[in-house]
Nanobody, 126 residues
Framework: QVQLVESGGGLVQAGGSLRLSCTVS????????MGWFRQAPGKEREFVAA????????YYTDSVKGRFTISRDNAKNTVTLQMNSLKAEDTAVYYC???????????????????WGKGTLVTVSS
């Protein structure tokens, strides 16, 4: 059974940093894209960041470019999202996503997700 488990969420002041991690168990995802989505209260789930299977290419939604960094360790089956200069509007439940397709020519560019984590709450106080 495949499981994605997120960790690292919490409460932080605006301008602060958090590091989210997602560990995959049950199968290896070293050949598949992985990424993060988020859902703020009263809003739809939105794409945040994604990374190719090799880690050679990364993609971000415009609102987090320059502040968030996605990375992966295929040997450990993990993907990490380093979030700096956090803003109140970053408050959301953050979901890890694995599998699916990653195509920067399409909108959404990360789609057909095979597996989702249960989410971790990030709260940024202003």
């Amino acid at each position: 059974q495949v499981q994605l488990v997120e960790s690292g969420g919490g409460l932080v002041q605006a301008g602060g940093s958090l590091r989210l991690s997602c560990t995959v168990s049950g199968r290896t995802f070293s050949s598949y894209p992985m990424g993060w989505f988020r859902q703020a209260p009263g809003k739809e789930r939105e794409f945040v960041a994604a990374i190719t299977w090799s880690g050679s290419k990364t993609y971000y939604t415009d609102s987090v470019k320059g502040r968030f960094t996605i990375s992966r360790d295929n040997a450990k089956n993990t993907v990490t999202l380093q979030m700096n200069s956090l803003k109140a509007e970053d408050t959301a439940v953050y979901y890890c996503a694995a599998g699916g397709r990653l195509d920067p020519r399409r909108d959404p560019l990360f789609y057909g997700i095979d597996y989702w984590g249960k989410g971790t709450l990030v709260t940024v106080s202003s």
